[in-house]
């Protein structure tokens, strides 16, 4: 069965520094998203993509984040300057040609563990 | 705006027991359903969803969820927990727009008993 896969699993960086997290979604699908979960928290929506362009993001998602679809395959996050508070799991998904406001629903990866020292 | 409340942070319930996990749902227009399962150290796995045709869903692993709008609820159930259901439960919401997103409840870890 198709997945979203994720690299790297585990990423420790020092603040200050710039992260991309990598996202492969599956193949045939249109909708990408960005989600995060801190340590014990709830899983919180950070962005979606479609058509190349940012549907909707959060307040988290402030100038300090962007996303990419480089090259038709990949989808990236990049945190420029990572702060303590960055520390979460980062989830990738994505949503077939329907899109989840039509029932279609998202698939998740297994994550990366950003971890900011 | 959409959102979910998870009664519950933590359940626990005997090997063979009834599983009730409770979600209510808050919408301004008819929402779309799902619960999602969360292993430890892994990403999230869709249990079931409801897109407003059978108010009765089944999911995988023997779950079902219903959606009663009355109550504003979609309860989690399954008729007998087994130990590798012990993980972590998120009952999710989005609006009927294509490019929506889903909203997660807070999630409730679910323990077995032996």
Redesign the interface.
């Known amino acids: 069965e198709p997945e979203v896969t994720q690299t790297p699993s585990h990423q420790v960086t020092q603040m200050g520094q710039e992260v991309i997290l990598r996202c492969v979604p599956i193949s045939n699908h249109l909708y990408f998203y960005w989600y995060r979960q801190i340590l014990g928290q709830k899983v919180e929506f950070l962005v979606s993509f479609y058509n190349n362009e940012i549907s909707e993001k959060s307040e988290i998602f402030d100038d300090q984040f962007s996303v990419e679809r480089p090259d038709g395959s990949n989808f990236t996050l990049k945190i420029r300057s990572t702060k303590l508070e960055d520390s979460a799991m980062y989830f990738c998904a994505s949503s077939g040609s329907t899109g989840v406001g039509l029932g279609s629903p998202l698939h998740f990866g297994n994550g990366t563990r950003l971890t900011v020292t | 705006a959409q959102s979910v409340t998870q009664l519950g942070s933590h359940v626990s319930v005997s090997e063979g027991a009834l599983v009730l996990l409770r979600c209510n749902y808050s919408s301004s227009v008819p929402p ?1 359903l ?1 619960w ?1 399962v969360q292993y430890p ?6 249990l079931l ?1 409801y ?1 407003s045709a059978a108010t009765l869903v089944k999911g995988i692993n023997g779950f079902e969820a219903e959606f009663k709008k009355s109550e504003t609820s979609f309860h989690l159930t399954k008729p007998s927990a087994h130990m590798s259901d012990a993980a972590e439960y ?1 009952c999710a919401v ?14 409730t870890r679910l323990h077995i008993l032996p």
């Open positions: 779309y799902f999602y150290n892994q990403g999230l796995q869709l969803k897109t998120f989005s609006a009927k727009n294509r490019d929506d997103k889903i909203i997660f409840g807070k999630g």
